[in-house]
């Protein structure tokens, strides 16, 4: 899978993070434009706005619908932003490609529901528009790459991985909980596909976008999707997590962000120092072990019995203190303890048997 940001965006340089910013909603036009010029001033280069909104219950404001579509458009053209828009079926995909949409995203429940993703797959065929799949709902890895398989599958180069959370039932500290091992899982599995962070849908409360923003550029995503709307409290959706183009620019200045070629250099001395400490290691413990064969050779010409349980406590007191005083825990010091003393006796065992 390519790299969605230089190919997809020319303009948009390659510098983590890559933002998306954005209402949660389009609301009315006088609003998607005074958040859209706020935003393109503080040099947000893609925009983001729900047209179609997804909602737990009917009856709530579920999206202008197409009517929001020519105001995006108008947003491209008197920003120069680039737009995006959440898609859940081929009927979205039809009317966001008539109106010049840049990028689509596929939304969280939209993504675990595998006959709603082969609908929007089917609907892309033959177009190469990128598009951002968020994660499912559920914690469910598979769903996941599933998802993002059905639009590669319909020849969607440009693609990439959004994050967002996952639903509980006990909604704690966050509104979706994190989970990181995912994403972190789904890098592993597919290193190259673009990985970006919602800290809005994950942590469901402006104040909690900041340290989920770091902490996503100190796992390496490659970018932030960030809720922002010109007047957050008068939100006809999602109020309590969105943040003024203000706060946006604030929250994205204080990223600390780490230089990772820099520190994979400096992290290759420190491991071929590692690689060095952990032969000498091993030729520790082989050497300790040929001494435990003899102790096994003395005991079985002296019918004596393997386990000595005295001198087993003896080795294993001393050496947790020692351990202790080096700075390491009692729980390692036994763990490691316990698994040398294991393979000594049953390296004697084999000797008194033979
Ligand atoms: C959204 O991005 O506004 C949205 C509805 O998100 P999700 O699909 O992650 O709930
Ligand atoms: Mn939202």
């Not at 491209?76 to 840049?102: C, P, Q, R, W």
């Not at 402006?206 to 008068?234: T, V, Y």
């Not at 003395?298 to 007191?317: C, F, G, T, W």
């Not at 825990?329 to 084999?350: D, G």
Request: charged residues 25%; aromatic residues 6%.
């Amino acid at each position: 899978m390519n790299d969605l940001k230089s190919i997809l965006l020319p303009g948009v340089d390659n510098k983590r993070p890559l933002v998306i910013a954005g209402p949660c909603s389009a609301e009315t036009e006088e609003q998607v434009m005074a958040t859209a010029t706020a935003l393109a001033e503080k040099g947000i280069k893609i925009f983001r706005a729900g047209i179609w909104k997804p909602r737990t219950k009917p009856g709530g404001f579920e999206g202008v619908g197409q009517a929001g579509l020519p105001w995006l458009q108008r947003v491209k053209a008197e920003t120069g932003m680039y737009v995006s828009t959440e898609v859940a079926n081929a009927k979205h995909v039809e009317e966001a490609l008539k109106h010049d949409i840049d990028i689509l995203w596929i939304g969280a429940r939209t993504s675990a529901n595998p006959f709603a993703v082969q609908e929007i797959a089917d609907a892309l065929k033959g177009t190469d528009i990128p598009v951002l799949v968020k994660n499912p709902v559920n914690p469910d890895l598979e769903l996941w790459i599933g998802a993002l398989e059905r639009i590669y599958n319909a020849g969607i180069r440009r693609l990439g991985a959004i994050h967002r959370g996952f639903s509980t039932y006990d909604k704690k500290i966050y509104r979706n909980l994190p989970q990181w091992n995912v994403p972190i899982e789904l890098r592993r599995r597919i290193p190259d596909l673009p990985l970006i962070c919602d800290p809005s849908h994950i942590g469901g409360k402006r104040e909690l976008i900041s340290p989920l923003c770091q902490q996503a550029m100190d796992m390496n995503f490659d970018g932030l999707i960030i809720e922002s709307h010109n007047c957050p409290d008068k939100a006809w959706s999602d109020a309590s997590q969105q943040i003024t183009p203000d706060i946006l620019e604030y929250i994205l200045n204080t990223l600390v962000i780490r230089d990772t070629k820099q520190s994979t250099e400096n992290l290759t001395e420190l491991r071929s120092q590692i690689d060095l400490i952990d032969n000498d290691l091993l030729d520790l413990i082989s050497k300790r072990m040929r001494v435990s064969r003899e102790i096994g050779t003395y005991k079985k010409e002296h019918n004596m019995p393997v386990l000595q349980s005295a001198r087993y406590d003896e080795i294993m007191q001393k050496r947790v203190i020692l351990g202790n005083s080096l700075g390491m825990s009692t729980e390692f010091m036994q763990t490691m303890w316990e698994a040398i003393h294991e393979e000594s006796v049953r390296q004697q065992i084999e000797i008194i048997n033979s």
